[in-house]
């Protein structure tokens, strides 16, 4: 007999309902990803990493039209200039309403012959949206020479300072956003696709094949991540193209990133293989790719998404690891990695400190994953305190 658990069927009304009934009454009603993202939602961390990832792959989908030139653009006569920042009040003391940078004088040390830049106070140029300046292709389709903010004219401006060639750091980091981003998504599909597809035949199908896929993982995860990774990366043949290298060094990533998701494939799968539904399954001749990808996925999609989640920022440490080292991605190919090649002399970290900015934007996007990853852990149980 059916029964109506409706409030008023119980001879209730909403206001003799405390908030922990209606708020139980309104849970039932809801699906497993409604749960999930309310579930989500409140975790404060991780909706403010999914806005400051939001935020970088907009950025890497709109690179040109946010970057303020073109980041392959040499100014030899600014190299190693320092960052022009935004000011609102001029020497004088005076406020204006549009931000401003000065201009930078640039002289030459007696001693060291080092270049000095000092901030020339008699030059003002105003920051504008909108300008117009070197062209680009955005979203790599249409040619476009409007960026989002800048100087008008030809003036020199280095709103995070310049490299060794004087080429705009802030712009080749924004560049760099699309390859050590993207990299991570690549990698991650393809240990998800491997991990999903081992992982589930060693659960599934058990016995020698569990054993030999398991020996595998325990092998895999008890090498040394960066004396692998770099003996692969020498075997890449140096006539390659940067987008042939891109490619192998996301495969070169994706064959240790595997085993975790295999992993929690395998445990899942072990739990789930027999229950019921799974059994019928079996017993009316399906395969096991279709018991897999058709039964067992489906029934924990959630706990993988948190395992991807959270092996995309290793993804993105091992490019920045093998870049640095120089055994990874190489110029031209912009990546964080490749531009943090440069602050491995200590002295040059010293006297420009601008060129570890790079690796602040590793540290931000690896933590918005993280915490993006930590709330979809809890969101996979919506029904835990």
């Not at 209730?12 to 309104?26: F, H, I, K, S």
């Not at 994706?254 to 019921?276: I, N, P």
């Amino acid at each position: 007999m059916d029964m109506d658990m409706t409030p008023q069927a119980m001879g209730l009304g909403n206001d003799e309902l405390d908030a922990a009934t209606l708020e139980q009454l309104e849970t039932e009603s809801y699906s497993q990803w409604q749960l999930m993202w309310r579930q989500f939602r409140r975790h404060r961390l991780a909706m403010v990493g999914a806005v400051v990832l939001i935020i970088f792959y907009l950025v890497a989908l709109a690179a040109g039209f946010v970057a303020t030139q073109n980041p392959g653009t040499r100014n030899a006569r600014y190299a190693y200039a320092p960052p022009q920042l935004p000011r609102f009040v001029d020497s004088e003391g005076k406020f204006h309403l549009r931000p401003f940078v000065y201009g930078l004088t640039q002289t030459t040390d007696p001693d060291t012959w080092e270049k000095v830049y000092t901030v020339d106070k008699t030059k003002k140029y105003p920051l504008r949206f909108f300008v117009r300046g070197d062209s680009y292709k955005l979203l790599g389709l249409f040619h476009s020479d409007v960026h989002l903010f800048g100087v008008e004219g030809k003036v020199p401006f280095f709103l995070l300072g310049s490299d060794a060639l004087g080429r705009d750091l802030y712009s080749r980091i924004i560049y760099g956003t699309q390859i050590s981003l993207s990299i991570g998504l690549v990698g991650v599909f393809v240990s998800l696709v491997l991990g999903l597809t081992i992982g589930g035949l060693s659960g599934l199908i058990g016995g020698v094949t569990d054993v030999v896929i398991q020996r595998l993982i325990e092998f895999l995860v008890s090498i040394p991540h960066i004396p692998f990774w770099m003996a692969l990366s020498a075997a890449l043949p140096a006539s390659w193209s940067a987008v042939q290298t891109y490619f192998a060094i996301t495969v070169l990533l994706s064959l240790l990133g595997w085993t975790e998701v295999a992993r929690v494939v395998r445990g899942k799968f072990l739990s789930l293989r027999e229950t019921d539904f799974v059994a019928a399954s079996v017993s009316m001749g399906a395969s096991n790719w279709w018991v897999i990808f058709r039964h067992l996925v489906p029934n924990f999609l959630s706990y993988v998404l948190v395992t991807v989640t959270l092996t995309i920022p290793g993804m993105i440490l091992g490019e920045t690891s093998l870049s640095f080292l120089g055994i990874g991605l190489r110029p031209p190919v912009i990546s964080w990695g490749v531009l943090l090649q440069q602050a491995q002399n200590m002295r040059t970290v010293a006297l420009r400190p601008w060129l570890l900015l790079p690796g602040l934007f590793v540290i931000v996007a690896v933590l918005a994953f993280n915490f993006v990853g930590d709330g979809l852990r809890d969101a996979a149980d919506p029904y835990s305190d």
